[in-house]
């Protein structure tokens, strides 16, 4: 009987273990993997981006420092893809995959960058002789605070919202 008892009670911690080892696979990632995908006009454009949450952090001009190339997100840097030639806020930028970067300003002019090195790691590698395309864009205040980073795809362009703030950028 008291072997029963110490078999049942190890197959019991086994399965609590496995249980425990699985419900820590299964937690969502602190900045999970997303995509926003969308048309403008008979474009395709798609954006991949890891979403940070504020978690009551200072984000601008802090956790993310001004004046600086940031990855526009969390761990890769966050990537935008077009299908056709586009301009930007007025400027050309042909058909392809790029890194996309922003550089916050305290000024509410900032600058979004179009590097033609899609594959990187956050900013640590960057380069600005890849840049394809550098444009000044203007934010916006939310009304409301933005707890997880988002990107959103409109018929004018896309926005990164985040926090308090937005950053329109412009497509045509």
């Given at each position: 009987?008291?072997?029963?008892?110490?078999?049942?009670?190890?197959v019991?911690a086994?399965?609590?273990?496995?249980?425990?080892?699985?419900a820590?696979?299964a937690?969502?990632?602190?900045?999970p993997?997303?995509?926003?995908t969308?048309?403008i006009?008979?474009?395709n454009i798609t954006?991949?981006y890891?979403?940070?949450?504020?978690k009551?952090r200072?984000?601008?001009?802090?956790?993310v420092?001004?004046?600086?190339v940031?990855?526009?997100g969390?761990?890769d840097?966050?990537?935008?893809e077009?299908?056709?030639?586009?301009?930007?806020q007025?400027?050309?930028?042909?058909?392809g995959?790029?890194?996309?970067?922003?550089?916050?300003?305290?000024?509410?002019?900032?600058?979004?960058v179009f590097n033609?090195?899609?594959?990187q790691?956050?900013?640590y590698?960057?380069?600005?002789?890849?840049d394809?395309?550098?444009?000044?864009?203007?934010?916006k205040?939310l009304?409301?605070t933005?707890?997880?980073?988002?990107y959103?795809?409109?018929?004018?362009?896309?926005?990164m919202d985040w926090?308090?703030?937005?950053?329109?950028?412009?497509i045509?």
């Amino acid at each position: 009987m008291k072997t029963m008892i110490k078999s049942a009670t190890m197959v019991f911690a086994a399965m609590t273990i496995s249980v425990n080892a699985f419900a820590q696979e299964a937690k969502k990632p602190a900045s999970p993997p997303m995509t926003a995908t969308g048309k403008i006009k008979d474009t395709n454009i798609t954006i991949a981006y890891n979403s940070p949450s504020v978690k009551g952090r200072t984000i601008w001009g802090d956790l993310v420092a001004y004046d600086k190339v940031w990855r526009a997100g969390a761990n890769d840097a966050t990537t935008f893809e077009t299908d056709k030639d586009i301009t930007v806020q007025g400027k050309k930028l042909p058909a392809g995959k790029y890194s996309f970067f922003l550089i916050p300003k305290e000024s509410g002019t900032w600058t979004a960058v179009f590097n033609k090195e899609p594959k990187q790691w956050g900013a640590y590698k960057y380069e600005e002789a890849k840049d394809a395309l550098r444009v000044d864009v203007k934010t916006k205040a939310l009304p409301a605070t933005q707890e997880a980073l988002v990107y959103k795809i409109n018929k004018n362009g896309f926005t990164m919202d985040w926090d308090k703030i937005s950053v329109p950028v412009e497509i045509k």
